[in-house]
């Protein structure tokens, strides 16, 4: 009988850590179907980050590197740096990249360091039990701000992929969501085209993914998928932020 | 090869190149910045890549990546800029990634100033980022010393996978001296055979990480990382000794501080006091044995370490002699320098005391 | 012989380069030298300094606080490093720019118009190698002139050898200077 549907050769058969509903899991699978779509596994060396990927290196099956919280891109320009031909991703979510990270990210994008970077924007941070995260929205309930995120105190939700999309070392950006097929299927493109334009040597390229936190937002993996829409397209709205020429 | 005239920091940074060293990622602070300075203009000349990172933070985590791609790879620094530096190094140490840090020390703390100091020994020797590691720290009070232990730094580091610290002084940076680049031997190494290179399935998979979250597993791994200390202590410590045969009084001190003991050891030779000088090379590990040695010895009254700081390497010298003679300190602080003079005069009162 | 020699003008005099000069100059004729510069603000603007010590044996600590020689380009200079003079040797002044004499007696004093003459060359950057040719007339051996010119061939490459004779004149005029005012003081 022939197989139609397998694990991508990118992904090492383990069961992963991820809370049940969430969408880490689908984001791993694009990443490495990806890879595996390209032919470049054995050349591609993936940065994980801090946060609920921090255990990415067990499951994309390259080379990888675990970096300190935040730091991923600066850790990834410097294999890059020295490893030019090969492919280069980090994959962080919204504390680690937009937070902490911040720096680490506007700096890697603004010098257009030809790596890929896979933002997980899920609105909060899981590690670490819910607090709120730089993406968080506007009266989100959080840990960390349980009278809901008020703008006064707290300061408004980033918008990272308009923000890095004013860079020019920035080639490719796009926001993408996993909340339905559709969406997988153009949030895999996205993450396809953003490895392309890197072995292009074109520049910076990065694909936030909108995602869910069932666990965290104490809600069920569906209610959570219907939230993502309702909430968080409204104020990330999806598509392309830049597209070198 | 014929002495070229060099400064303290050039001298660093051209070694570096010598030993093999194509990548430098740093973060302007004064007094170091002829080091990446001449890194930008050489580097790209021999084939490698200098970059300004956004911060130090940046920097020193570039330098992770990059040594955990397997490069010959380095930052420096000064003292504000090397605390920022601390949670990279603890990384760097935890995941056991070779690479040379060059800390060219300046007064603290905080801001503090920008002439020369050894504030930052304890941070450099009893660890400066958190959890069970140790750098490897070398001390030069030359500037050939310096250029002859950056080359051995990166050989240490890559022997034992273990991040190596060149802690100098603003006046080791930016004096000049002659210095020559002799062709020199390397170890012999082991392949980097645990770098991420791209996995095509001729080695195991490589994963460059400190994160152990089983207790039992990173206790294993610390262990392990302190079996690799012994070996380092047994192999690599380092310590001048002068004048110590005959001494009353032996003084302690490393790096530039050394260099004015010495001035202070003629003028006390002068005077018919005979002094010695125990210079650790090594400040980790540290020559605890040659002080335990000397500190046996009848002629040897006392000992007195001296200091650009308010007393830091004293406690090593202190634990190491163990109570077997009265252990004296001399210090300036916050970019001030001792002089000969005041040297002598300490070395008078502790010979007084245990007269 | 130890030569513990403490150079200090204003920044844009030539202070560092003239000490550097001296201290290839010394490593050319094979002996133990160091060069350490004062860094920091202070250099913008204000009051710059060097430090060359220049020796058979070797360099104990690079830092001069009994200096041999003091060469003082500007007045805050000589007000500065006057007393850093060991007795019995020597103070070179930049009569051009500082208006007031030594008050040591216990000293050889060298008054050297260097303004002046550089100014006479033809090129008012020259001043700091007039004085330089002074001290090495004063020097008795320690290093030698031609030592000096071939330094200065070495740091200024290829491209600037043209520039050549004119060091060659300032330290000569220098020298001329350094021995009229000797004549003159005893």
């Given at each position: 009988?022939a197989?139609?549907?397998e694990?991508?050769k990118?992904?090492?058969?383990?069961?992963?850590?991820?809370?049940?509903?969430?969408?880490h899991g689908?984001?791993?699978r694009?990443?490495?179907?990806?890879?595996?779509?390209l032919?470049i596994?054995e050349k591609t060396i993936?940065?994980?980050?801090?946060?609920c990927?921090?255990f990415?290196?067990?499951?994309?099956?390259?080379?990888?590197q675990?970096?300190a919280?935040g730091r991923?891109?600066?850790?990834?320009?410097?294999?890059?740096?020295?490893?030019?031909?090969?492919?280069?991703?980090?994959?962080?979510?919204?504390g680690?990249?937009?937070?902490?990270?911040?720096?680490?990210?506007?700096h890697?994008?603004n010098?257009?360091e030809?790596?890929?970077?896979?933002?997980?924007?899920n609105?909060i941070?899981?590690?670490?039990?819910?607090?709120m995260?730089?993406?968080?929205?506007l009266?989100?309930v959080t840990?960390?701000?349980p009278y809901?995120?008020k703008?006064e105190?707290e300061?408004?939700?980033?918008?990272?992929?308009?923000?890095?999309?004013?860079l020019?070392?920035a080639a490719?950006?796009?926001?993408?969501?996993?909340?339905?097929?559709?969406?997988?299927?153009?949030?895999?493109?996205?993450?396809r085209?953003?490895?392309?334009?890197q072995l292009e040597?074109?520049?910076?390229?990065?694909?936030?993914v909108?995602?869910?936190c069932?666990?965290?937002?104490?809600?069920t993996p569906?209610e959570?998928?219907?939230w993502?829409?309702?909430?968080m397209?409204p104020?990330?709205p999806l598509?392309?932020?830049?597209?070198?020429? | 090869?014929?002495?070229?005239?060099?400064k303290?920091?050039?001298a660093i940074?051209e070694?570096?190149?010598?030993?093999?060293?194509?990548y430098?990622?740093?973060?302007?602070?004064t007094?170091?910045?002829?080091?990446?300075?001449?890194?930008?203009?050489r580097?790209p000349?021999?084939?490698?890549?200098?970059?300004?990172?956004?911060?130090e933070?940046?920097a020193?985590?570039?330098?992770?990546?990059?040594?955990?791609?397997?490069a010959r790879?380095m930052?420096?620094?000064?003292?504000?800029?090397i605390?920022?530096?601390q949670?990279?190094?603890?990384?760097i140490?935890?995941?056991?990634l070779?690479c040379?840090?060059?800390?060219?020390?300046r007064?603290?703390?905080?801001?503090?100033?920008?002439?020369?100091?050894?504030?930052d020994?304890?941070?450099s020797?009893?660890g400066?980022g958190h959890?069970?590691y140790h750098l490897?720290?070398?001390?030069?009070?030359t500037?050939?010393e310096?250029?002859?232990?950056v080359?051995?730094?990166?050989d240490?580091?890559?022997?034992?996978?273990?991040p190596?610290?060149?802690?100098?002084?603003?006046?080791l940076?930016?004096?000049?001296?002659?210095?020559?680049f002799?062709?020199r031997?390397?170890?012999?190494?082991p392949?980097?055979?645990?770098?991420?290179?791209?996995?095509?399935g001729?080695?195991p998979?490589?994963?460059i990480n400190?994160l152990f979250i089983?207790?039992?597993?990173?206790?294993n791994?610390?262990n392990?990382?302190?079996?690799k200390?012994?070996e380092?202590?047994?192999n690599?410590?380092?310590?001048e000794?002068?004048?110590?045969?005959d001494?009353e009084?032996?003084?302690?001190a490393?790096?530039t501080?050394?260099?004015i003991?010495k001035?202070a050891?003629?003028?006390?030779?002068?005077?018919?006091?005979?002094?010695g000088l125990?210079?650790?090379?090594?400040?980790?590990?540290?020559?605890?044995?040659?002080?335990?040695?000397?500190?046996q010895?009848?002629?040897?009254?006392?000992?007195?370490t001296?200091?650009?700081?308010?007393?830091q390497?004293?406690?090593?010298?202190?634990?190491?002699?163990?109570g077997k003679?009265?252990?004296?300190?001399?210090?300036?602080?916050g970019g001030?320098?001792?002089n000969p003079?005041d040297?002598l005069?300490?070395i008078?009162?502790?010979?007084?005391?245990?007269? | 012989?130890t030569?513990?020699?403490?150079?200090?003008?204003f920044g844009?005099?030539?202070v560092?380069?003239m000490g550097?000069?001296?201290?290839?100059?010394?490593?050319?004729?094979?002996?133990n030298?160091?060069?350490?510069?004062?860094?920091g603000?202070?250099?913008?603007?204000?009051?710059?300094?060097?430090?060359v010590?220049?020796?058979?044996?070797?360099?104990?600590?690079p830092?001069v606080t009994q200096?041999?020689?003091?060469?003082?380009?500007?007045?805050?200079?000589?007000d500065?490093?006057?007393?850093?003079?060991?007795?019995?040797?020597?103070?070179?002044?930049?009569?051009?720019?500082?208006?007031r004499?030594?008050?040591?007696?216990?000293i050889?004093?060298f008054y050297?118009?260097?303004n002046?003459i550089?100014?006479?060359?033809?090129n008012?950057r020259?001043?700091n190698?007039?004085?330089?040719?002074?001290?090495?007339?004063?020097?008795?051996?320690?290093?030698?002139?031609?030592?000096?010119i071939?330094?200065?061939?070495?740091v200024?490459g290829?491209?600037?050898q043209d520039?050549?004779?004119?060091?060659?004149e300032a330290l000569k005029?220098?020298a001329?200077?350094?021995?009229?005012?000797?004549?003159?003081?005893?």
């Amino acid at each position: 009988m022939a197989k139609v549907f397998e694990r991508p050769k990118s992904l090492i058969d383990i069961p992963m850590h991820y809370c049940p509903g969430c969408t880490h899991g689908i984001v791993h699978r694009l990443v490495a179907e990806a890879m595996d779509e390209l032919n470049i596994r054995e050349k591609t060396i993936g940065v994980a980050p801090v946060g609920c990927a921090v255990f990415a290196y067990d499951y994309f099956n390259c080379d990888m590197q675990e970096a300190a919280h935040g730091r991923a891109p600066a850790v990834a320009a410097g294999i890059k740096r020295v490893h030019p031909d090969n492919v280069v991703f980090t994959y962080q979510g919204d504390g680690d990249l937009a937070s902490i990270g911040a720096a680490e990210i506007v700096h890697a994008a603004n010098r257009g360091e030809k790596i890929t970077t896979v933002f997980i924007n899920n609105a909060i941070y899981g590690m670490t039990g819910g607090q709120m995260a730089p993406t968080t929205l506007l009266d989100q309930v959080t840990a960390t701000s349980p009278y809901g995120r008020k703008p006064e105190t707290e300061g408004y939700p980033i918008r990272v992929s308009e923000m890095l999309a004013t860079l020019e070392g920035a080639a490719y950006i796009e926001r993408v969501s996993v909340h339905d097929i559709k969406h997988i299927v153009r949030a895999k493109k996205a993450i396809r085209k953003a490895f392309e334009y890197q072995l292009e040597g074109r520049g910076f390229t990065l694909v936030e993914v909108l995602s869910t936190c069932p666990t965290n937002w104490g809600m069920t993996p569906a209610e959570s998928l219907k939230w993502l829409q309702d909430n968080m397209i409204p104020y990330y709205p999806l598509g392309v932020k830049k597209e070198a020429k | 090869m014929s002495k070229v005239l060099m400064k303290g920091n050039e001298a660093i940074a051209e070694a570096a190149i010598q030993a093999g060293c194509r990548y430098f990622f740093g973060y302007p602070i004064t007094p170091q910045n002829e080091i990446p300075a001449y890194m930008a203009k050489r580097l790209p000349q021999a084939g490698g890549t200098f970059l300004q990172a956004e911060s130090e933070v940046a920097a020193i985590n570039m330098v992770y990546g990059a040594a955990g791609a397997g490069a010959r790879v380095m930052t420096s620094s000064s003292s504000p800029g090397i605390s920022l530096k601390q949670e990279g190094i603890s990384y760097i140490a935890g995941a056991e990634l070779p690479c040379l840090i060059v800390n060219i020390v300046r007064g603290g703390p905080g801001l503090g100033g920008i002439q020369p100091a050894q504030s930052d020994y304890f941070q450099s020797v009893k660890g400066g980022g958190h959890g069970d590691y140790h750098l490897v720290v070398l001390a030069p009070s030359t500037i050939q010393e310096m250029v002859d232990l950056v080359q051995e730094g990166f050989d240490i580091a890559d022997q034992y996978r273990n991040p190596v610290m060149i802690l100098g002084d603003g006046m080791l940076g930016q004096m000049m001296e002659p210095v020559e680049f002799e062709e020199r031997k390397s170890r012999r190494l082991p392949p980097k055979d645990w770098a991420t290179t791209g996995w095509k399935g001729d080695r195991p998979r490589a994963v460059i990480n400190s994160l152990f979250i089983n207790p039992q597993v990173l206790e294993n791994h610390v262990n392990k990382i302190y079996r690799k200390y012994q070996e380092i202590k047994a192999n690599e410590t380092m310590a001048e000794c002068c004048n110590c045969e005959d001494a009353e009084i032996i003084v302690s001190a490393y790096g530039t501080t050394a260099r004015i003991v010495k001035s202070a050891m003629e003028m006390a030779a002068r005077k018919g006091i005979k002094v010695g000088l125990i210079r650790p090379i090594t400040l980790w590990p540290f020559p605890t044995e040659t002080f335990q040695e000397w500190a046996q010895r009848d002629h040897v009254k006392a000992f007195l370490t001296v200091e650009m700081s308010m007393g830091q390497m004293v406690e090593d010298v202190t634990l190491s002699i163990g109570g077997k003679k009265p252990s004296h300190f001399y210090g300036r602080t916050g970019g001030m320098v001792p002089n000969p003079a005041d040297i002598l005069a300490e070395i008078e009162k502790v010979r007084g005391g245990n007269a | 012989m130890t030569e513990q020699i403490i150079i200090a003008g204003f920044g844009g005099q030539g202070v560092m380069s003239m000490g550097q000069l001296l201290a290839y100059a010394g490593m050319l004729e094979g002996k133990n030298v160091s060069w350490l510069p004062s860094y920091g603000p202070e250099m913008r603007g204000g009051t710059a300094n060097c430090n060359v010590i220049i020796t058979d044996d070797m360099v104990a600590s690079p830092i001069v606080t009994q200096a041999s020689v003091v060469i003082a380009l500007n007045k805050p200079s000589l007000d500065k490093f006057e007393s850093a003079v060991v007795p019995g040797g020597m103070l070179f002044v930049n009569s051009s720019l500082i208006d007031r004499k030594s008050v040591r007696e216990d000293i050889d004093v060298f008054y050297i118009p260097a303004n002046e003459i550089a100014d006479q060359l033809g090129n008012p950057r020259i001043a700091n190698t007039v004085v330089l040719g002074a001290y090495l007339a004063k020097a008795e051996g320690s290093i030698s002139p031609s030592s000096v010119i071939e330094a200065l061939k070495k740091v200024l490459g290829p491209g600037k050898q043209d520039l050549i004779p004119l060091n060659e004149e300032a330290l000569k005029r220098g020298a001329e200077q350094a021995a009229i005012v000797l004549e003159s003081a005893h």
